[in-house]
């Protein structure tokens, strides 16, 4: 098992791809903190996790978005675990907009939880990884960092900032050897992402047909990629973002 007894803290890890990346986790042995601001959804989660992979699972209430909540969930999970080897920073809203309607906000509302949440984790938590040696940051990025799909300007903005977050952490946190690197997916079905589409299903079939494998991901699409970054065989990639997209980026 390749992340035998490390400890994880995935946020947003209730449901969607926060979700299929900690189970992917916790068959390669890892002991989970699921970090959400849907207490019970994490909870629920959390206890089928340990049941189906017999690891120890914790859920949290976190609402990433402010720095005290943040902080007290990273002490939560030291508490249990007594250190931290690797974060996900997946928790994230896709709130759709037309660049006129839009109020600041909505802006702000979407950089606190898409940008700042993962500055604040990544802080709690860097700190730490510095008393035990290192760890692994992966931040859930976007196709939106470097595309603009219609009606989703905050959400690009604060993709593209993460993207930018990734390196430069990479950078400044490479000599405390943690590795900070991306996954970018595309389209993704999880229940944001449905939400979206059955609503607007030509705007699904205009999505698909770009991309060239011609099917949506899912979830635990995401899980190997996260695993790999997570383990020591990414032990010297650092300040990289991993398409996880079908090609959808190559096109
Ligand atoms: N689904 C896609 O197609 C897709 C594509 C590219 C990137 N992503 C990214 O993947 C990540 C997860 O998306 P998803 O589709 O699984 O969404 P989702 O809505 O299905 O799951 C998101 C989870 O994050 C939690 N969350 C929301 N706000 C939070 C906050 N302030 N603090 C803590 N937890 C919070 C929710 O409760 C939920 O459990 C996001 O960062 C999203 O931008 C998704």
């Given amino acids: 098992m390749r992340l035998e007894g490390k400890v994880a803290i995935v946020t947003g890890g209730a449901r969607g791809n926060g979700r299929g990346i900690a189970e992917g986790f916790a068959r390669e042995g890892a002991l989970l903190a699921l970090a959400d601001v849907n207490a019970q959804g994490a909870e629920e989660t959390a206890r089928e996790i340990a049941q189906r992979c017999g690891v120890d699972a914790l859920a ?16 939560a999970v030291l508490k249990r675990f007594g250190r931290v080897d690797i974060l996900v920073n997946n928790a994230g809203i896709l709130p759709q907009a037309p660049f006129l309607e ?12 898409n940008l700042d949440g993962a500055f604040f984790c990544s802080l709690a938590v860097a700190a730490e990884m510095v008393k035990t040696g290192g760890g692994s940051i992966i931040n859930v990025e976007s196709m939106a960092a470097t595309q603009a799909p219609p009606n989703s300007v905050a959400y690009c903005v604060s993709k593209g900032g993460l993207h930018m977050l990734t390196r430069s952490m990479a950078v400044d946190l490479a000599p405390h050897n943690i590795r900070v690197n991306g996954i970018a997916p595309a389209i993704i079905l999880t229940d944001q992402t449905r939400h979206i589409f059955e609503n607007d299903p030509a705007g699904l079939e205009r999505n698909l047909n770009r991309v060239p494998m011609g099917r949506v991901g899912h979830p635990e699409d995401l899980a190997g990629a996260a695993i790999f970054l997570a383990s020591d065989e990414a032990a010297y990639i650092t300040g990289a973002s991993l398409p996880v997209d079908g090609g959808y980026l190559a096109r």
């Fill in 102 to 113: 839009m109020t600041p906000g909505f802006w702000t509302t979407v950089m606190r939880v």
């Fill in 60 to 75: 949290v209430q976190c609402d990433v978005a402010q720095s005290e909540s943040v902080d007290r969930m990273v002490a």
